[in-house]
Structure formats: C-alpha cells, structure tokens
C-alpha cells in the first residue's frame, strides 16, 4: 500500500509500528480535458486530494499527528475544526484506539459533522467560533492551555500548532514533482494558510522553483492582498463573511509566513468571489467530472483571476489542487446550483422523452 510514508526520510522520525495507515496520499494528478481549454493552458492539471481515505488532504496531517500520538502513548485527541480536519482525525483515531473530542466551528457542514459523529467522535459546536476573531482566538487560548495541561497536542492544521504533523501535508508537493518535473505554478486555497505553507516548504525541501500562488475567498481575505501589495504581515478580518466552508477563518495563524514563502517562490495573492468558486465547483463537474466541495473550486478561480491580470504565461504548466470532495458538502449543493426536482415517470413516456435525446 502506497502511503505518504514512502517518504519518511522527510517525516518525523517514528518507528513504523507505530505507523496509522489508512491509504493516504498517492493521489491522482490528472491533466485538465476541458477547462484547461476553456481558459488557455493546454498544461492545466488537478491533484485530486478528495481521493483520500476521508475526502481530504487533511487525512496527510492526521496519519503524521495520530501516529505521533500513539509513538507517545496518549490515549485522547483534543481538536477544533471547520469540517475536514475533524474527519480525519476521527477516523485516524477511530483507526489508532484514541479518543477524539472535537469543537467544530460554527455552521460547520452537517455532513461533515455526521462523518465525525459516525467515526465515533464526541463533537461539540461552539458559537460564533470559526466567524468571529475574538471568539475564535478566545477558544483556541482555552484549549491550548488545557491541551498543555494535559501534555497533549492541539491538532490544528497550522504550523502554529503542528509542525511535524504539517510535514505529512508536504508530501502533495513530493507527489506533484514525481510526475511534474518542474512545474510553472501551483494555486491553493487558503484559510489559515497552513496548506499553502505545507506546499511552500515542500517545494523548498525538494529545491524546485514552482510559483506557489495563495488564493482566498474576498469575505476572509486575510493573506492574498497583503501578498500582492508587498506587506509583510497579514492581517485579522472582523468576521469572515464567505460561504465556502473551510475557509472561514477570520484569523490569521500561518498567514505572516505564507506571505514571506509566496513572495519569496515568485507567486502573487489572488482574491475569489464566491460566486465564481461555485461557479468554477459546477463545471469542475459538469466538465471533468471532478465532483468537489466549494473549497476545492478556490483554486481554479484564483488561477482564472491570474489569467484574467494576464500574470501566467499560457505555455507554463498549471497545478490547481482540489482539496475536498463534494459529499463533503451537499448543503451548498441543495443551496446554489438549484437543480432541478427528480419526478416519477410515467414507464411509457420516459422511454419517449429519452427517445428525443437522439
């Protein structure tokens, strides 16, 4: 079974006993057969990170923090999440014997929280977390010091928080380079920032000099226009007013040092509507048969918005990641796509109605 421990020279270091596998990374770069075309880079590729074990690229951080656990023999994991982070790691510990306590930020998908629910993870929802800057760093003051207290770690997906377990979100660089000698750009949604981080120090780790572009919804743009307007510090919003679910993160967290990594990779900030990531989530399915969840759609906007500044050269390769699956999120497909109603037919007047395809 192909995992990310392939790499382990570049992982922390833990004996393989101790190892919690479940099949992650290895995931698909596929070439673009449509919107590649549609916007003028004949090399557009996606790494389909939705292929993972849990429908995430969270499942790389959670194998790293739960083998870390087990290595050190703790028995319970303290979380806070938007969604994906709190799959994965109920899953991992479902997998490893480790009790999993979660705090979900505020209108995290239902979906999501049911995956939580049904690995087994006790999940507590708190209000205004994840919306509201003072609130969210409120929670995270209080769990770090009770995570401390209890010499456990606090498995956020940040560097803040969990460096070694953020090596494991390195290897989607290491994957990309094994069938991309050199890339021209790479584009990654940003919340926090922790994965457009984990692609930046990858890149460095493996001496490539890939164009690493941080892409954010314009209701949390807390890093992408500090990067384009050459500030160094990115900057807190009062409350994060998008509609894409894992990216409301109205702090800043990782965000100083993804803009000192971008910048110093070449790459540039892009600000997204949200009306173009569910724009872009559509015809990912509709035209590649890519079905993900809004987060997964940032990238291909941000690459539009680059195309649209004319910052990207058509003949340089394209890397979009696609962070998450659609099941992760139906909510928003019932919301924006108002598909319509599947009635009951009639056996004789279905078979006329297909007959007028042709």
């Not at 456990?152 to 994957?175: D, H, K, N, W």
């Amino acid at each position: 079974m192909k995992t990310i421990w392939k790499y382990e020279s570049r992982l922390p270091e833990v004996g393989g006993a101790h190892r919690v596998q479940l099949g992650e990374g290895d995931t698909p770069l596929v070439r673009s057969r449509s919107v590649g075309k549609m916007l003028g880079i004949p090399e557009l590729y996606f790494k389909l990170e939705n292929l993972n074990p849990t429908g995430s690229y969270k499942d790389r951080f959670a194998a790293v923090l739960t083998t870390e656990m087990v290595a050190q023999g703790q028995k319970i994991c303290i979380a806070t999440s938007s969604g994906n982070t709190g799959a994965a790691l109920s899953a991992y510990c479902a997998a490893s014997g480790i009790r999993c306590v979660l705090v979900v930020v505020d209108g995290a998908p239902l979906p999501k929280v049911k995956q939580m629910q049904l690995y087994g993870a006790d999940i507590y929802m708190v209000k205004d977390f994840g919306k509201d800057p003072q609130v969210t760093a409120n929670v995270f003051d209080q769990l770090e010091k009770l995570c401390a207290q209890q010499r456990i770690p606090l498995p956020i997906s940040a560097y803040r928080y969990c460096p070694s377990a953020m090596q494991g979100v390195q290897t989607i660089v290491y994957e990309i380079l094994e069938e991309l000698e050199n890339p021209g750009h790479i584009f990654v949604p940003a919340g926090g920032g922790g994965l457009t981080l984990a692609i930046c120090k990858g890149a460095e780790i493996a001496a490539t000099n890939v164009k690493i572009n941080c892409v954010q919804p314009d209701g949390n743009d807390t890093i992408a226009s500090a990067l384009r307007h050459n500030r160094t510090t990115a900057n807190a919003v009062s409350a994060s007013t998008t509609k894409v679910s894992g990216l409301q993160v109205a702090s800043v967290i990782d965000g100083d040092h993804v803009i000192e990594r971008c910048r110093n990779s070449g790459g540039n900030g892009y600000t997204v509507k949200d009306a173009d990531i569910f724009k872009w989530q559509k015809t990912l399915a509709q035209t590649e048969g890519i079905f993900c969840e809004p987060a997964g759609a940032v990238a291909l906007a941000g690459l539009e918005n680059a195309l649209i500044r004319k910052e990207i050269d058509p003949g340089e390769s394209v890397v979009c990641l696609v962070t998450g699956s659609g099941f992760k999120d139906m909510g928003s497909v019932d919301t924006f796509f108002n598909l319509p109603k599947v009635g009951i037919a009639d056996r004789q007047d279905f078979i006329q109605t297909i007959q007028t395809f042709f």
